[in-house]
């Protein structure tokens, strides 16, 4: 079975960049897995923003953009809010099967 | 614009199964565009994708491996729904389950049902 791996964690200050990494135990995340990105608050279901890699929807705010970096997919979120505290999950394709990686709780201090 | 409707009990005993219908309006389950996914998300934990179905010909079924063998998703296009079915569920399949439409080219817009804890206990 595939296993996504992201970072279980990450606290930044506001204002600053951050990057949220996700791999497969395939090997390198490519275009071909369709990496998704989303976003999930408390109490809500979760949102996508990113898709197919670097597209963003519609409601996705500029800040965010998706990328692939060192064999991995990447979320970079720029000029951090408070209120992108969250959790944040990549959604990746593969073999007709999509999986989650275990998400990454953002903490804005 | 789409809505998705979920039915379903909320309690369901070990060994047992689990049953949800998810009833689609403003789009068709046999759309040549769309697949429709259930994903499920146990307290405290990350989401997991169950599985999907979607129609390309002839029906295509997919399932995560660690549910193969217990889940079968089925699509009804003359009630436009489509179902899933867990079987032996134990405890470890308490979670919020929910049924979500996939786009082409791997978008999930913000199509989900409105989500159905089930509780798997005696």
């Known amino acids: 079975q595939t296993v996504v791996t992201q970072e279980p964690s990450l606290t930044v200050s506001p204002g600053v960049t951050v990057t949220f990494t996700c791999s497969s135990s395939?090997?390198?995340?490519?275009?071909?897995?369709?990496p998704n990105w989303f976003q999930q608050k408390s109490g809500q279901a979760p949102r996508a923003l990113i898709y197919?890699?670097?597209k963003k929807h519609s409601w996705t705010p500029v800040r965010f953009s998706g990328s692939l970096l060192g064999g991995k997919a990447a979320l970079t979120l720029s000029s951090v809010q408070p209120e992108d505290e969250a959790d944040y999950y990549c959604?990746?394709?593969?073999?007709?099967?999509?999986?989650f990686g275990g998400g990454t709780k953002l903490t804005v201090l | 614009q789409l809505q998705l409707q979920q039915s379903g009990p909320g309690l369901v005993k070990p060994s047992q199964t689990l049953s949800l219908t998810c009833a689609i309006s403003?789009?068709?389950?046999?759309?040549?565009?769309?697949?429709w996914n259930w994903i499920r998300q146990s307290p405290s934990r990350g989401p997991e994708w169950l599985g999907r179905?979607?129609?390309?010909?002839?029906?295509?079924?997919n399932y995560a491996p660690s549910v193969k063998g217990r889940i079968i998703i089925t699509p009804d296009s003359s009630k436009n729904h489509f179902s899933l079915q867990l079987n032996s569920v134990t405890p470890e399949d308490t979670a919020l389950y929910y049924c979500?439409?996939?786009?082409?080219?791997?978008?999930?817009?913000?199509?989900w049902g409105q989500g159905t804890l089930v509780t798997v206990s005696s």
């Open positions: 979500v439409r996939e786009l082409a080219g791997g978008q999930w817009p913000p199509d």
């Open positions: 403003g789009d068709s389950v046999s759309s040549n565009t769309a697949t």
């Open positions: 179905t979607f129609y390309r010909s002839t029906w295509i079924y």
């Open positions: 395939t090997g390198p995340v490519t275009s071909i897995y369709f």
């Open positions: 197919s890699t670097n």
């Open positions: 959604l990746v394709y593969y073999e007709d099967v999509w999986v």
